[in-house]
Nanobody
Framework: QVEVEESGGGSVQAGGSLRLTCAHSGYTNCKYAMSWYRQAPGKDREFVSQILRDGGHTYYANSVKGRFTISQDNAKENVYLQMDSLEVEDTAMYYC???????????WGQGTQVTVTP
Protein backbone atom coordinates (compact mmCIF):
# COMPACT_ATOMS: atom_id res chain seq x y z
CA GLN A 1 0.00 0.00 0.00
CA VAL A 2 1.32 3.42 -0.98
CA GLU A 3 1.09 6.24 1.53
CA VAL A 4 2.10 9.86 1.10
CA GLU A 5 1.46 12.30 3.94
CA GLU A 6 2.58 15.90 4.35
CA SER A 7 2.98 17.79 7.60
CA GLY A 8 4.58 20.95 8.93
CA GLY A 9 2.47 23.64 7.35
CA GLY A 10 1.26 26.66 9.24
CA SER A 11 1.19 30.43 9.36
CA VAL A 12 4.33 32.52 9.48
CA GLN A 13 5.29 36.13 8.91
CA ALA A 14 7.17 37.15 5.79
CA GLY A 15 10.87 36.49 6.21
CA GLY A 16 10.24 33.52 8.46
CA SER A 17 10.85 29.81 7.96
CA LEU A 18 8.92 26.57 7.89
CA ARG A 19 9.95 22.96 7.38
CA LEU A 20 7.61 20.60 5.59
CA THR A 21 7.86 16.84 5.92
CA CYS A 22 6.58 14.21 3.51
CA ALA A 23 6.35 10.69 4.88
CA HIS A 24 6.05 8.14 2.11
CA SER A 25 6.03 4.36 1.97
CA GLY A 26 5.22 1.53 -0.39
CA TYR A 27 6.38 0.23 -3.83
CA THR A 28 9.99 1.17 -3.21
CA ASN A 29 11.25 -0.31 -6.48
CA CYS A 30 9.00 1.94 -8.56
CA LYS A 31 9.85 5.28 -6.99
CA TYR A 32 12.52 7.37 -8.70
CA ALA A 33 11.93 10.76 -7.11
CA MET A 34 9.91 12.78 -4.64
CA SER A 35 8.54 16.18 -5.55
CA TRP A 36 6.88 19.16 -3.93
CA TYR A 37 4.21 21.13 -5.72
CA ARG A 38 2.03 23.99 -4.56
CA GLN A 39 -1.30 25.49 -5.49
CA ALA A 40 -2.44 28.97 -4.54
CA PRO A 41 -6.14 29.93 -4.64
CA GLY A 42 -7.29 30.51 -8.20
CA LYS A 43 -4.02 29.30 -9.69
CA ASP A 44 -2.77 26.08 -11.26
CA ARG A 45 -0.68 23.64 -9.31
CA GLU A 46 3.00 24.38 -9.90
CA PHE A 47 6.27 22.54 -9.45
CA VAL A 48 8.41 23.62 -6.49
CA SER A 49 11.22 21.12 -6.05
CA GLN A 50 12.32 17.54 -6.67
CA ILE A 51 14.90 15.14 -5.28
CA LEU A 52 15.99 11.95 -7.03
CA ARG A 53 15.79 8.87 -4.88
CA ASP A 54 19.16 7.56 -6.09
CA GLY A 55 21.97 10.08 -6.07
CA GLY A 56 19.96 12.80 -4.39
CA HIS A 57 20.12 15.28 -7.26
CA THR A 58 17.82 18.22 -6.61
CA TYR A 59 15.83 20.60 -8.78
CA TYR A 60 14.06 23.85 -7.93
CA ALA A 61 11.63 26.27 -9.48
CA ASN A 62 13.26 29.62 -10.17
CA SER A 63 10.84 31.30 -7.76
CA VAL A 64 12.19 29.35 -4.77
CA LYS A 65 15.81 28.77 -5.75
CA GLY A 66 18.15 29.95 -3.03
CA ARG A 67 15.36 30.06 -0.42
CA PHE A 68 14.05 26.48 -0.31
CA THR A 69 16.06 23.32 0.26
CA ILE A 70 14.82 19.79 -0.40
CA SER A 71 16.39 16.79 1.31
CA GLN A 72 15.67 13.18 2.24
CA ASP A 73 16.65 10.97 5.14
CA ASN A 74 19.01 8.00 4.79
CA ALA A 75 16.16 5.53 4.83
CA LYS A 76 14.54 7.54 2.03
CA GLU A 77 11.21 7.37 3.74
CA ASN A 78 10.95 11.07 4.53
CA VAL A 79 11.48 14.08 2.33
CA TYR A 80 11.84 17.57 3.73
CA LEU A 81 11.33 21.02 2.32
CA GLN A 82 13.10 23.70 4.32
CA MET A 83 11.58 27.04 3.39
CA ASP A 84 13.46 30.16 4.41
CA SER A 85 12.93 33.84 3.65
CA LEU A 86 9.28 33.13 3.03
CA GLU A 87 7.29 35.63 1.01
CA VAL A 88 3.58 36.36 0.92
CA GLU A 89 3.59 34.90 -2.60
CA ASP A 90 4.61 31.51 -1.15
CA THR A 91 1.16 31.16 0.40
CA ALA A 92 -0.37 27.98 -1.00
CA MET A 93 -1.35 24.41 -0.33
CA TYR A 94 1.81 22.35 -0.62
CA TYR A 95 1.59 18.82 -1.98
CA CYS A 96 4.08 15.99 -1.95
CA UNK A 97 4.20 13.60 -4.90
CA UNK A 98 5.79 10.19 -5.06
CA UNK A 99 7.07 9.92 -8.62
CA UNK A 100 6.97 6.41 -10.07
CA UNK A 101 8.20 4.67 -13.17
CA UNK A 102 5.73 3.03 -15.53
CA UNK A 103 3.83 0.79 -15.09
CA UNK A 104 3.59 1.95 -11.48
CA UNK A 105 1.49 4.97 -10.59
CA UNK A 106 2.53 8.22 -8.97
CA UNK A 107 0.76 9.27 -5.79
CA TRP A 108 -0.12 12.60 -4.23
CA GLY A 109 -0.53 13.47 -0.60
CA GLN A 110 -3.49 15.44 0.75
CA GLY A 111 -1.50 18.65 1.12
CA THR A 112 -0.48 20.98 3.93
CA GLN A 113 -1.37 24.66 4.04
CA VAL A 114 1.34 27.32 4.21
CA THR A 115 0.24 30.88 4.89
CA VAL A 116 2.71 33.75 4.88
CA THR A 117 1.46 37.04 6.31
CA PRO A 118 2.94 40.50 5.65
Amino acid sequence: QVEVEESGGGSVQAGGSLRLTCAHSGYTNCKYAMSWYRQAPGKDREFVSQILRDGGHTYYANSVKGRFTISQDNAKENVYLQMDSLEVEDTAMYYCKSEALSPCSSYWGQGTQVTVTP
